[in-house]
């Protein structure tokens, strides 16, 4: 075993959170909570990190939370800014083109092609910073415990000696074949869209220009991907044809030839892996089950065509920290936890099917049947296209913890996600995590600490909100104000046709208030919600 991270060592570790498997989507959860003062423990089956890439890119709102984490300096060692995703068919022509903004609504690049080693590296070396975080190396989980109460895990060695691990909550980040998802018995629905590809990773011993960075050849002769990750490296990825054995395709000899076409040959490049996989979609049926909960590939699979596997993930723990925390701080009742699921299987149900929908397109071998898509895809003006599929800031929530008013439903603009712009404060320039703030936010164009009723804006502070009077460039004076720099927070308070927007952690909007009395309505809405 080997351990990383002061934290508290005993044979029988106690934590708040424990933490099963220590990928990327482990370790933001892992970070986000030990940043927010919790005892937490992190056990992963591997004594090393994995070497090789996986994930090749994340998104803007990504950035984002990574960047709450304080390793956006990093940045540039970790990953690339995308220029473009282009998706052609066998004789070049685009039939669709995304083209991807080097500054999107969440104030970083749209898409970042990244290596993935690097950035669990970053991540680990933050993590080492936290006292009270510690990670538990070289140890399988074997056996999990819900008392009703708490958790116990036994986690055993190669050597077959066993530790007893217990916590509050247990949160299984454990990957595709996660023993947490399987020990506590969730099912799972499988689309059966399912395809063998043949990955190449490859360092390039030359600096090159490729752009689009990334691009997908729709070619039924062998539909193929090319796409950034990270600085000096890229992956190719080819799908075996019918009658094609695996074991035929997964040989160097058939790697090269086929790079070969893009003038990668072993005198300008390193072939740094070749191997076969079979992507998949999936999600499980059920993300919480009493004290245990699920997020990252344990909970759901994806197509690769999105680039959305890592990124689901990790707004999985974005959502699930939060609540995580005002549940251990007894600020809200446990069933908070249900509105997790409740929110996330829609957003990952919709990143599903938008992939499966991109891989119809792509995964096609027969000559006729990619013939009738080019020229429908062309036909009907598919063309280029800006950011992602619901927009510049990411998917809204449809359900969950948002403000119905005295209905049932959202009331718009409850559940999108809010953008991030640069703003000033006490002279400060700055995008607006950086200079306000993360966590709840509230912010108005009149000041929100003046509208408010005292109770309900001592009960929004004790959780940790930040209250924010925003105002326009050269507005004149207002003592305490942050001005919208960016031009982003009051259009949106004007399009919403509101003077305030309450916002969760997770960058989701709560909902919106026109009036001091629609405001404390809307507040005292929030608080019953936490209190279930």
């Known amino acids: 075993m080997r351990s990383a991270g002061s934290g508290r060592g005993s044979d029988t570790p106690a934590a ?317 009742g446990e069933g908070l936890l249900d509105t997790y699921p409740h929110e996330r299987i829609g957003h990952v149900r919709e990143a599903i099917d938008t992939a499966v929908r991109l891989g119809r397109v792509l995964c096609v071998t027969d000559a006729a049947t990619a013939a009738s898509r080019d020229a429908s895809l062309l036909a009907g003006g598919a063309g280029t296209g800006r950011g992602g599929q619901h927009g510049a800031a990411g998917p809204p929530l449809r359900t969950g913890l948002l403000y119905t008013g005295i209905g049932t439903a959202p009331v718009p603009p409850a559940g999108e996600v809010m953008p991030q712009g640069r703003v000033r404060h006490e002279g400060v320039t700055g995008l607006f995590d950086e200079v306000v703030g993360t966590g709840p936010v509230l912010l108005g164009s009149a000041d929100p600490a003046v509208a408010l009723e005292g109770s309900e804006l001592s009960f929004l502070t004790g959780l940790g909100t930040r209250v924010v009077h925003l105002v326009a460039e050269g507005a004149g004076a207002a003592p305490g104000a942050v001005i919208d720099v960016d031009e982003v927070y009051l259009p949106l308070l004007k399009a919403a046709r509101a003077r305030f927007l309450l916002v969760r952690p997770d960058h989701h909007i709560y909902g919106a208030a026109r009036t001091s009395r629609e405001l404390t309505a809307l507040v005292g809405q929030f608080r019953s919600g936490l209190s279930k």
């Open 16 to 332: 708040d959170v424990l933490i099963v498997g220590y990928g990327p989507i482990g370790q933001v959860l892992s970070i986000l909570l030990a940043t927010r003062g919790w005892r937490v423990l992190a056990v992963e089956r591997w004594e090393d990190p994995y070497t090789l890439p996986r994930a090749t890119s994340f998104d803007g709102e990504t950035a984002r939370t990574l960047a709450s984490l304080g390793v956006a300096g990093s940045y540039p060692e970790i990953g690339l800014p995308a220029d473009a995703y282009d998706w052609r068919n066998a004789e070049g022509r685009s039939l669709l083109r995304v083209e991807l903004a080097e500054r999107g609504a969440h104030g970083w690049p749209e898409t970042t092609t990244m290596h993935q080693p690097a950035l669990e590296a970053v991540l680990c070396a933050r993590a080492e910073r936290l006292p009270n975080l510690r990670v538990l190396r070289g140890y399988a989980a074997t056996d999990l415990v819900d008392s009703g109460t708490g958790v116990e895990l036994t986690a055993t060695d190669t050597a077959g000696s066993g530790l007893r691990c217990g916590a509050s909550w247990v949160v299984g980040c454990d990957g595709a074949n996660s023993f947490v998802r399987d020990h506590i018995g969730v099912r799972r629905t499988n689309l059966g869209f399912s395809f063998d590809w043949l990955l190449c990773d490859v360092v390039l011993h030359e600096p090159r220009v490729f752009s689009p960075l990334n691009v997908q050849y729709c070619d039924p002769a062998r539909p193929t991907t090319a796409v950034g990750s990270g600085p000096g490296r890229r992956r190719w990825e080819f799908m075996r044809l019918p009658g094609e054995s695996v074991a035929e395709l997964n040989r160097a000899e058939t790697a090269w030839r086929l790079l070969e076409r893009f003038d990668v040959t072993p005198e300008n490049a390193t072939l740094h892996r070749h191997t076969v996989y079979s992507f998949q979609a999936a999600w499980a049926d059920e993300w919480r089950r009493g004290r245990v909960l699920l997020a990252g590939d344990a909970a759901h699979l994806m197509p690769p065509f999105t680039g959305q596997g890592m990124c689901a993930g990790i707004r999985d723990v974005l959502n699930l920290s939060w609540k995580l925390d005002l549940v251990l701080r007894g600020a809200a």
